[in-house]
């Protein structure tokens, strides 16, 4: 065996800085129905005039969230890749992220000024998150409607995702949920990562996510400028 | 180099095999996978058929890497492949499979015979280049790859019928003999078995937008 292939002389290149400049990738995660798809196309609304970017799709039925997609974000066809999880979602976003890492790349190299890709996963539970080998920076979706108990139930979307968004604030007296009690047990578990309640019936633009995405691209280039 | 051995068989390896379903989503839509029975049946045909092509491919790949030339050994034993394997839709998923195996394998054992493969080769390839550079012998790679072709598919059963997850673990592990003999009869050969039924199956599959596996 080669000496390079001992522990010892291992030396990890994948590093985000690494990836030279390429895209900020940024995860959306969370579980079904609290509005991850409603917001890739509100952030693709709101940015696409800004950067050059992309979505990938992890939904069940393929071109469920790709149509929804192409709708909603005026996104055309060869700026949206779905790819498909084996019954698995959280395992194509954390444990073997082979597939979303090919729609990535594919999209890099059709379009090579790519400065920003949305990978949405597919509706998942409170466990799931991204690996970090797979994107750069995520946001975990939770909605109001699924009770105001579920900031203080946890999980690594709800403690340590990098943004946690709260949606479907416009419910909160419908439901009977406590804006207050979900902030506060946000706030609780997450130190000192943003967390965001927000609205996009009545915000459809994301206007303070898209603030968050553009600091973190902002943030990216510094890191990887020559 | 057991070790080795045991890294690239494990289903957790990160290579995007369990995107995968070896044809299992479409045998169980078309109604001919359903029980413990005729998952086993469906398994042995393709250990039978597209098992002992990627043995023979793998053990190929894998002698390949110390030829003279193994730009021309690889890209021979590539066209090689896509002659066994007439539907497209399966050579799509092979070289798909192949690309992620090369992404792990030249992390994992950097090596000058990863450059040597043709771009998104298919997978027996990427995995016989990868036994070579962690340090495995031709008869390994046929192992290997003969075994992945019935796990893969088996998990992939597991999870769309909710089978019990013991008893598909007992029908892979009773079938190890005939992975054994499958792997031994291919690696010093390149069979050219096909299965018009696999193929079938993996055509009608590309064509649906509700499928859960890339194939």
């Known amino acids: ?226 | 180099m057991t070790a080795a051995l045991l890294t690239l068989a494990d289903s957790r390896l990160p290579a995007g095999g369990h995107t995968h379903s070896g044809g299992v989503e479409q045998a169980i839509a078309a109604g001919v996978l359903a029980d413990p029975g005729s998952l086993a049946v469906f398994l042995r045909r393709r250990l039978a058929t597209s098992g002992a092509v990627a043995a023979g491919l793998a053990a190929a790949a894998c002698r390949a890497v110390d030829d003279a030339d193994p730009v021309a050994a690889l890209g021979a034993l590539d066209a090689e492949a896509d002659a066994r394997t007439p539907s497209p839709a399966l050579r799509a998923a092979s070289r798909q499979q192949g690309r992620g195996l090369v992404r792990v394998g030249s992390r994992a054992w950097p090596h000058p015979a990863w450059a040597a493969l043709p771009a998104q080769p298919h997978h027996p390839l990427a995995l016989g280049v990868a036994a070579a550079t962690g340090g495995l012998t031709p008869r390994d790679a046929a192992h290997a790859a003969a075994y992945l072709s019935i796990s893969g598919p088996a998990t992939a059963a597991q999870r769309l019928l909710a089978m019990d997850p013991i008893t598909v673990a007992a029908v892979t592990a009773r079938l190890a003999p005939e992975v054994d003999e499958v792997a031994d009869a291919s690696a010093e050969d390149l069979p050219a078995a096909t299965d018009p039924l696999l193929d079938l199956l993996a055509e009608l599959h590309a064509a649906r937008n509700d499928r859960f596996f890339a194939s």
């Open chain 1, 1 to 226: 065996m080669p000496p390079d292939h001992r522990i010892d002389d291992y030396v990890d290149p994948y590093t985000p800085e690494h990836r030279n400049g390429g895209p900020l990738r940024v995860g959306l995660g969370g579980p079904v129905g609290s509005g991850k798809t409603a917001l890739a196309a509100a952030l693709c609304r709101t940015l696409g005039a800004e950067y050059d970017l992309a979505v990938v799709t992890n939904d069940i039925y393929t071109t469920e969230d790709a149509d929804f997609l192409r709708r909603n974000a005026v996104l055309p066809d060869d700026r949206i890749e779905a790819v498909q999880t084996g019954c698995c979602p959280h395992t194509a976003i954390r444990d073997d992220i082979t597939a979303n890492l090919d729609a990535v790349e594919l999209l890099e190299s059709r379009h090579p000024g790519l400065e920003l890709v949305f990978v949405e996963s597919g509706g998942d539970n409170l466990t799931a998150s991204f690996s970090y080998g797979l994107v750069d920076v995520q946001v975990f979706v939770v909605d109001v409607a699924g009770g105001d108990k579920v900031p203080r139930k946890g999980g690594p979307g709800v403690t340590a995702s990098d943004l946690l968004v709260v949606n479907k604030t416009d419910l909160a007296p419908l439901v009977g949920a406590d804006l207050g009690v979900m902030r506060r047990d946000s706030d609780a578990v997450r130190g000192d990562r943003p967390t965001l309640l927000i609205s996009l019936r009545e915000d459809p633009a994301a206007t303070e996510v898209a603030e968050w995405v553009r600091e973190q691209v902002r943030a990216r280039a510094l890191q990887t400028a020559p």
